[in-house]
């Protein structure tokens, strides 16, 4: 295992592209912090985001994982150009004549996925903590460690939505094209959301239910918008309308079920489409 | 003798059409084997197989005597197969590492075969920044790695010019002779007959020679003869009864048969038809070859 980890790292590592992508991603990722130097005036009151409970324990966990989560396009291309460049450069056909097995092939980079999974998901949480620990108003360690259920899911998310990128890279070869059909099957499945929301008149909860095990949706829904949750926001529309607002924001084991069935789908075909192919 | 590899009744179709028909080879240690073959005969996809990176429709392969499973096999193997594939942002000597870690040999081979393909002095330069012979080298000096049972060169030197084509042979030819066995596919015959001591031919996918090199040059004498009026020699040696044939080529008379050449010039004397030219040769390889393949 420390074997194949290594030869995937020094493919990547080696690239500058992606040398420059990874390092982009986590100063990128770091930025979630600066929302806490945002301020705004608002009717002659000074308002600053950290103060307006974004980063209280343990919405932290919530908040920062649903934004962390937006940026993982950038380590998106980079697997999928690390898959797609294997058989432009002819690499692959290579690798597995100085004696790689197919399955180690597809072990090495779904590893790597993994890994880059996990660090981004390490990264998050101390970034969460110490800026939860600078601004949040409760610090008890009850209260901070509860809901770390969100970092599984966006563990488990990543991991998932860079699986599918992999599987992309293998089955279209081409990163661009690769790319372009991660955005068509996007949009593909908010057409497919939409005609049975729409069309089969089967009742909103119904339809969003069928629309969850669909791979990008079931990703998106392990961790909810966290911004009609948030304190201040509610409070402004408990003023206006009055009502609460019923939502259920939390991760769900079935869910979470949901998408690793899409991960192991997408490995599993990867490897057989591997097999499958002369090169 | 130790068998290295061996093929039996190997098949492969892509839709209709039948590239692999029913090829059999065994591969003993020490000796260096030839493919020969017309470009689409079907070399590369049986080499494709054997490493890995093309199914087979049915037949079977064992390298070593079946002992290992291929892919740990490929390790003992060296192989470069008709274009160089490496990573182009890679210097040729990180390329070699990541070669190293698949093989799971360590670095300390790197510089020495870095030496012997003469590319010591460019190991920091990019592999994009190669030449084409430069990048052939390299292939070899990655094949060589591991110190490999056998070396596989699928047309090792196409596409590179006079130069590099000398280059590539030197080397072929001082590895073969540290008695490393190759494999060596090619379309072109003298590559073959240089260094190769068995030979197997390929057309459509079918063998239609397998043995020694030698023996396939055995026994095909021939006499090549010219005169003032080529018709007349012509129509005079088609009256000849120890001839069996006769080809016309370039303005002479390739004259096969039971023949001697006193024979030949005593027979057409007495006709009154005089030789300007009477040669007595051995089919080359590529005469033999251009035989072989295009009389089936």
């Known amino acids: ?279 | 003798m130790e068998t290295i590899l061996t093929i039996e009744n190997l098949h492969k179709n892509y839709g209709k059409v039948h590239a692999v028909n029913n090829v059999s080879l065994s591969i003993q240690k020490g000796n260096v084997y030839g493919i020969l073959g017309p470009n689409g005969s079907g070399k590369s996809t049986t080499l494709g197989i054997v490493l890995n990176v093309v199914n087979k429709t049915s037949g079977k392969y064992s390298w070593f005597g079946g002992a290992l499973e291929t892919h740990e096999a490929l390790k003992k193997v060296g192989a470069i197969i008709e274009r160089p594939n490496f990573y182009p942002y890679m210097t040729a000597q990180q390329n070699l590492q990541l070669v190293c870690k698949i093989k799971g040999t360590d670095y300390s081979k790197i510089n020495e075969k870095l030496e012997i393909v003469g590319l010591l002095d460019r190991k920091d330069s990019k592999f994009r920044t190669f030449s084409l012979g430069m990048k052939q080298r390299l292939a070899i000096a990655s094949a060589l790695l591991n110190d490999p049972e056998i070396l596989i060169l699928d047309e090792p030197t196409n596409g590179l010019d006079p130069q590099g084509i000398r280059q590539i042979r030197d080397i072929i030819r001082t590895i073969a002779s540290f008695g490393t066995t190759i494999l060596l596919a090619s379309h072109l015959l003298d590559e073959v007959e240089k260094v190769c001591s068995h030979v197997l031919v390929l057309r459509k996918g079918e063998i239609l020679y397998s043995g020694t090199v030698d023996g396939m040059n055995s026994g095909k004498d021939f006499f090549e003869v010219q005169s003032e009026n080529i018709i007349e020699l012509r129509n005079a040696l088609n009256l000849m009864p120890t001839v069996q044939k006769i080809e016309e080529y370039e303005g002479k008379l390739f004259v096969y048969g039971e023949l001697q050449a006193s024979e030949i010039n005593k027979y057409l004397f007495e006709k009154n038809i005089f030789l300007t030219h009477l040669v007595r040769r051995k089919n080359t390889l590529e005469e033999q070859f251009l035989e072989l393949t295009s009389n089936n």
Request: net charge positive; aromatic share 16%.
């Open chain 1, 1 to 279: 295992m420390k074997r194949l980890l290594s030869i995937e790292l020094q493919k990547i590592w080696q690239n500058r592209a992606s040398r420059i992508l990874t390092l982009t991603y986590f100063i990128l990722l770091s930025s979630v912090a600066l929302i806490a130097s945002i301020n705004f005036n608002f009717i002659g009151i000074d308002f600053r985001m950290a103060d307006m409970g974004i980063f209280n324990f343990p919405f932290i966990w919530h908040f920062n994982t649903y934004m962390a989560s937006i940026l993982k396009f950038f380590l998106a291309v980079i697997i999928v150009s690390m898959m797609a460049n294997e058989y432009s450069y002819g690499t692959l056909k290579q690798n597995l004549i100085d004696g790689l097995s197919k399955k180690e092939f597809i072990s090495s980079k779904f590893i790597t996925v993994i890994l880059f999974a996990l660090i981004s998901t390490i990264y998050v949480f101390v970034m969460s903590l110490l800026l939860g620990y600078s601004f949040s108003s409760y610090t008890e360690a009850g209260i901070v460690f509860s809901d770390l259920e969100y970092l599984l899911a966006y563990f488990i998310k990543l991991t998932a939505f860079f699986s599918f990128c992999l599987f992309l890279g293998i089955l279209i070869k081409r990163s661009a094209f690769a790319i372009g059909f991660l955005i068509i099957w996007f949009i593909i499945e908010k057409i497919i959301y939409g005609t049975i929301k729409y069309r089969l008149e089967i009742g909103d909860k119904i339809a969003d239910q069928i629309a969850g095990f669909m791979p990008l949706e079931a990703m998106s829904n392990l961790i909810k918008e966290p911004i009609t949750r948030f304190q201040a926001y509610k409070a402004i529309e408990n003023q206006i309308s009055g009502g609460n607002s019923v939502k259920d924001y939390s991760v769900h084991l079935f869910e979470i079920a949901i998408v690793i069935v899409w991960t192991v789908i997408f490995m599993l075909m990867s490897y057989k489409i591997l097999k499958k192919r002369d090169l």
